[in-house]
């Protein structure tokens, strides 16, 4: 996916990483109808809303009314916001383009058939979130009132968020793992794919626990709005959540017996 206009390191590195998580997603989906796509200006006034289509070569473009904002890339997935009857993006093309037709359930069924796809399709969604989130940013006038979101690293021993703090974000590590600490005392580790910090968005509460990088970790943080809209959106994203928190409870379960 490519959005338009000044673009970031952090943009270019979620692009990627879209682009690589479609590709290990989609790997092992059934072939859809591969469609040949003349010129057009409005996808889904000759389409059914319960169809998505993976863009397979060319690029199709997204308009916001009479401004042109993104362009989908092979391995974009089109129609989510339509499927799901939220507000979307007028999608156009031109001859030359090549998607895969999918019925939205069949596809839908596809990435929740394994708790691996799950995950990969919650970063999946996550990144897409971060993506647009650091778009919205970059085009305010006071940046210094952003969040802090996309790609974040830390070091060995750095504090990932601090019990106490306010909660803005939602993290995912993508690569390393880390140690949760309540009143300084160890209750946990968060692996890699892992979600945390929810809790506390759900909840309105402070933070509960201090997180802290026990290895290099490169982290995912999404403003907590747009976590929220995702949950609402796609609530088979909170099993991920489910069997993160599942895992985190039996861990602390086994420190109080063996204390």
């Known amino acids: 996916m490519l959005l338009l206009g000044e673009r970031s390191e952090t943009a270019d590195q979620l692009s990627e990483r879209l682009r690589i998580l479609s590709d290990k997603l989609f790997e092992s989906l059934p072939p859809g109808e591969r469609r040949n796509l003349e010129a057009q200006t409005d996808l889904y006034a000759l389409q059914s809303t319960e169809n998505l289509f993976i863009v397979r070569s060319g690029t199709m473009q997204g308009w916001q009314g009479e401004r042109l904002c993104l362009y989908f890339e092979p391995g974009d997935v089109i129609g989510l916001n339509e499927c ?7 999608v156009a093309c031109e001859e030359g383009v090549v998607v895969e037709q999918h019925a939205a359930d069949d596809l ?19 990144t897409q979130i971060a993506l647009f989130q650091d778009a919205f940013a970059r085009n305010q006038r006071d940046e ?45 580790e968060v692996l ?7 809790m506390a968005v759900f909840t309105g509460e402070p933070r509960s626990a201090t997180v802290i990088a026990s290895e290099p970790c490169t982290v995912l943080a999404v403003p907590k709005d747009e976590f929220v809209t995702l949950i609402k ?26 204390d």
């Open 192 to 198: 890699q794919d892992e979600i945390f910090g929810a």
């Open 84 to 90: 799901y009857q939220l507000p979307a993006l007028r």
């Open 233 to 258: 959106s796609h609530p088979e994203t909170t099993m991920t959540l489910i069997e993160n928190m599942a895992r985190n409870i039996q861990s602390l379960n086994a420190r109080l017996t063996e």
């Open 108 to 126: 839908l069924r596809y990435t929740h058939e394994t708790k691996e796809r799950q995950a990969i399709w919650t970063s999946f969604l996550m």
């Open 144 to 188: 210094d009132q952003a969040p802090q979101t996309g790609f974040l690293n830390f070091a060995p021993g750095e504090t990932i968020l601090n019990e106490g703090d306010p909660a803005h974000e939602v993290f995912t590590i993508l690569n390393g793992r880390a140690e949760v600490y309540v009143a300084e005392n160890k209750v946990g």
